[in-house]
């Protein structure tokens, strides 16, 4: 039993691992940019269905998708990156013009659904509702089932790591610093000579990078890819992240969707019967809704604060 | 002349959907006329309305109008239970916030919809009616006509409470000049409150409507949030009228969308105009500048 509880924790420990990589992108995006991004689903969806094309096995003649590589898993993974950021570049350069966040928001939601959309009907590509199944995951044949799922945690928690890193360097170059002046006071940077427009869109698609790699590591975690995966209530997992952990802060980030995962998962956990499941697991939107009206309400800055950088004024 | 009789049919569905989503849709703009942001749990109080009814006329076996009645009454009640006591709090944070209040808010409802509901579908299993025909071309069901004119009525009140009562002069006022409108000493408190009302009770009797003709399920109203959305930005955020042409003209060009594309991808014409309108012309195809 306690073996049952440490694997079910192992599994918990890399999903988490996942949605915070993808959170650590969204707050870039959000946390240090202001860009109130409600599609950002879809650059996940897009990594995920990215390195799933590229590393599934062909069709064969029964199959209706039309596509499918066989290439190396880690190919998938490298892939996403690029795949997310140019949908990211695409649909950042007529939408980022919005001043308006409100706007901004409508815009982005609408396309992240039309996204969705098109994964279920567009079925030569994706497969529709049907998805991929029985993905491979990385070095399985190495591992008895039970030790594989540590392995797996760990493998994921080292990306987090990486993915940490890389991001705590964007944000503390230069370009990083840009991107907090443009939300602070956009008009200051522009006076100094900032291109905000082009610093905005490169905010937007290295967030896009990092959410199309965490999905195409959620393909790895699921095993499974079928559009309803990618519903707009994942936009909500990073929104709730970042606002529970603390908007502009990169360990906050990684906080928040740790918090969401543990919660979600013990409600899953904690469920003591079939019956009572489904009814259960509704009460986990329940729950996370009422959540993110108290943090917004009484902890409107998160669990852990933005740092206030002060620079040395002496020239 | 089978193209002609296929027209005339999506062009009647366009105005049914036209009309449920102008009953939908008046609430959401006034919000945001009123209050200044994306109400994204509106859409919940359809859900709500529809359950509600549910429950009266299926399960406790009433009389149906009886039961629309009180459902949209108790959908009223909870709508401005909502707004008072959380929304209207969180004014001193900005719209963006109240947005992810309001997120968050819709996951809750949801969350205890389904939760107390379950997640099966389920209908108010009405008898269906006789259809309607123009020229021997079979239209509309009686009831999706009565739909339509309940939508009709529901405008022209909207449209007399608006120029002729007190409350709506005012709420016209506050629309146009927030500040100005305290100044001259209208009771802004007594418009948001009718706002809360009006826009709940509209929510509610449009989610018993939309069951009617579709059937019930959790995510009835999260569904219909984006299109919701989009006729409001079709006929010009913050402008009532504009939102209720917006609405029919909505409908038309989603059901008439689907003869040139395929059905699946008819909500993706409402997330389209979202797109084009915010990009191109975000003060609606009758807004100035």
Same mark, same amino acid.
């Given at each position: 039993m306690s073996g049952n509880i440490l694997s079910f924790l192992a599994g918990t420990i890399a999903l988490a691992a996942i949605y915070a990589i993808y959170t650590l992108g969204f707050n870039l995006q959000f946390g240090y940019t202001d860009l109130a991004n409600m599609g950002y689903v879809a650059f996940f969806a897009i990594g995920a269905y990215v390195s799933i094309i590229l590393t599934y096995s062909p069709p064969g003649p029964m199959d209706a998708y039309r596509f499918g590589f066989n290439l190396p898993m880690w190919v998938g993974v490298i892939a996403a990156a690029p795949a997310a950021a140019l949908f990211a570049f695409l649909t950042g350069l007529p939408t980022l013009k919005i001043i308006k966040a409100d706007y901004f928001i409508a815009v982005t939601f609408a396309f992240a659904e039309i996204v969705r959309m098109v994964m279920q009907n567009e079925i030569w590509l994706? *497969?529709? *509702?049907?998805g991929f199944y029985g993905l491979s995951r990385p070095f399985k044949q190495f591992f008895s089932s039970y030790t594989y799922e540590f392995f797996f945690a760990s493998l994921m928690v080292g990306s987090l790591i990486i993915a940490y890193l890389i991001m705590r360097r964007i944000c503390n170059s230069p370009f990083g610093r840009m991107l907090k002046g443009i939300r602070e006071n956009d008009m200051a940077c522009q006076s100094l000579g900032k291109d905000i427009f082009r610093a905005k869109l490169k905010s937007y698609m290295i967030g896009a990078a990092f959410a199309g790699v965490a999905g195409s590591l959620y393909a790895l975690y699921t095993t499974v890819i079928v559009p309803e995966m990618f519903v707009p209530s994942v936009t909500f997992v990073a929104w709730w992240a970042v606002m529970m952990g603390g908007k502009g802060n990169n360990k906050g980030a990684i906080l928040g969707a740790f918090i969401f995962i543990f919660v979600d998962q013990l409600t899953i956990f904690t469920q003591a019967s079939a019956a009572y499941a489904t009814r259960l697991s509704s009460l986990r939107g329940f729950i996370m809704g009422v959540m993110l009206i108290l943090i917004l309400r009484f902890l409107p800055q998160g669990v852990l604060k933005e740092k206030k950088v002060v620079y040395d004024s002496k020239i | 002349m089978m193209n002609f009789s296929i027209l005339l049919q999506h062009i009647t569905y366009g105005i049914v959907t036209g009309s449920i989503l102008l009953l939908a849709t008046i609430g959401f703009s006034m919000t945001y006329t009123i209050k200044g942001f994306f109400n994204i749990a509106h859409a919940e109080l359809l859900t709500v309305g529809a359950y509600l009814t549910y429950l009266f006329y299926r399960i406790m076996g009433w009389n149906f109008i009886y039961s629309a009645i009180l459902a949209i009454v108790l959908t009223t009640m909870i709508g401005f239970l909502i707004g008072k006591t959380l929304y209207e709090p969180m004014e001193k944070y900005g719209s963006l916030i109240l947005v992810f209040t309001s997120i968050g808010v819709a996951f809750a409802m949801n969350g205890i919809t389904e939760f107390i509901a379950g997640p099966i579908i389920k209908s108010y299993r009405m008898l269906p009616t006789k259809a309607i025909r123009v020229a021997g071309i079979p239209l509309v069901g009686e009831r999706e006509v009565l739909i339509v004119v309940i939508a009709v009525l529901s405008s022209f009140f909207l449209h007399f409470l608006l120029t002729r009562t007190s409350i709506g002069k005012a709420f016209r006022a506050m629309a146009s000049n927030t500040n100005l409108a305290m100044i001259r000493g209208i009771n802004t408190t007594k418009i948001t409150n009718f706002v809360w009302i009006y826009a709940s009770a509209m929510a509610g009797l449009a989610g018993i409507l939309l069951a009617m003709v579709t059937s019930l399920s959790t995510d009835l109203g999260w569904r219909q949030i984006l299109i919701i959305l989009a006729a409001s930005i079709l006929g010009g955020l913050g402008s009532i009228y504009g939102a209720m042409i917006g609405t029919i003209l909505l409908g038309l060009v989603m059901d008439i969308g689907v003869i040139f594309l395929p059905t699946a991808y008819r909500p993706t014409i409402a997330f389209a105009v979202i797109i084009i309108m915010l990009i191109i012309k975000p003060n609606g195809i009758f807004g100035g500048k």
């Open positions: 994706t *497969n529709g *509702n049907f | -």
